[in-house]
């Protein structure tokens, strides 16, 4: 089984319509992360949670909101979804570095969001 | 603002050849991480190196950083058509801040 889940896969949606993505991990890891893709543009980061009681805001932030229900599941939501939020989604989870500090990431398979 | 920069966009080559990406960034890291996506799907941590480090190998992949030019260049030798995927750099900035800041990715074709 998959350490990190996404849900759904795919999701196609109309202007204005709420839409939740969530993400599930067996990893055990404290912190977890949610990124966009665009062609050309690598990844950005949304929003971030380095425990259940924490989150952070990421680069682009405007017209996103998460929860961390637990320290397995990290959702995002798109109030009032508009056609420029049709990207690619991705969950990512690390553990809490200690003194070697790694970052390492791991991914969740994505999200294909297109909002028409 | 993204700080990772790669170099070349794109990339085709032959199966068997060398394959050399170029990553730079502009501010003091801790460490700088490489990762691959085949299309349309997560990505996969690679290697990692340090800001300490100056050379990493695992398998048929070398790593190099340059701290003074704020530069990484992954070595991929002998490569296979299934190598075809896209790779970020992914650099940790000091202070160890728990995010990570991707570049753009190279994307690699390996024709059989």
């Known amino acids: 089984d998959a350490d990190v889940t996404q849900t759904p896969r795919n999701r196609i949606t109309k202007t204005g319509k709420r839409i939740m993505l969530e993400c599930s991990q067996t990893?055990?890891?404290?912190?977890m992360y949610w990124y966009r893709q665009d062609p050309g543009l690598g990844l950005r980061l949304i929003y971030y949670?380095?425990?259940?009681?924490?989150?952070n805001k990421g680069e682009i932030s405007d017209g996103y909101s998460v929860s961390r229900q637990a320290q397995a599941k990290f959702s995002l939501s798109l109030e009032s979804a508009i056609p420029n939020q049709t990207a690619l989604y991705f969950c990512?989870?690390?553990?809490?570095?200690?003194?070697?500090?790694?970052?390492?990431?791991?991914f969740g398979p994505g999200t294909r969001l297109t909002v028409l | 603002s993204q700080q990772g920069e790669e170099d070349p966009q794109a990339l085709s080559i032959q199966e068997g050849e060398n394959a050399t990406m170029n990553c730079s960034y502009k501010t003091s890291i801790n460490n700088l991480q490489w990762y691959r996506q085949n299309s349309g799907r997560g990505l996969v941590h690679l290697i990692l190196?340090?800001?300490?480090?100056r050379e990493k190998h695992s398998g048929r992949l070398r790593v190099t950083l340059d701290t003074s030019k704020k530069s990484s260049s992954l070595l991929i030798t002998a490569s296979r058509a299934a190598d075809t995927a896209s790779y970020f750099c992914?650099?940790?900035?000091?202070?160890?801040?728990?995010?990570?800041?991707f570049g753009q990715g190279t994307t690699l074709q390996v024709k059989p």
């Open positions: 992914a650099t940790a900035p000091s202070g160890n801040t728990g995010k990570l800041i």
């Open positions: 949670s380095f425990d259940v009681k924490d989150i």
């Open positions: 190196i340090r800001s300490n480090e």
């Open positions: 990512a989870t690390s553990e809490l570095a200690g003194l070697t500090g790694t970052d390492t990431q791991y």
């Open positions: 990893k055990g890891h404290d912190r």
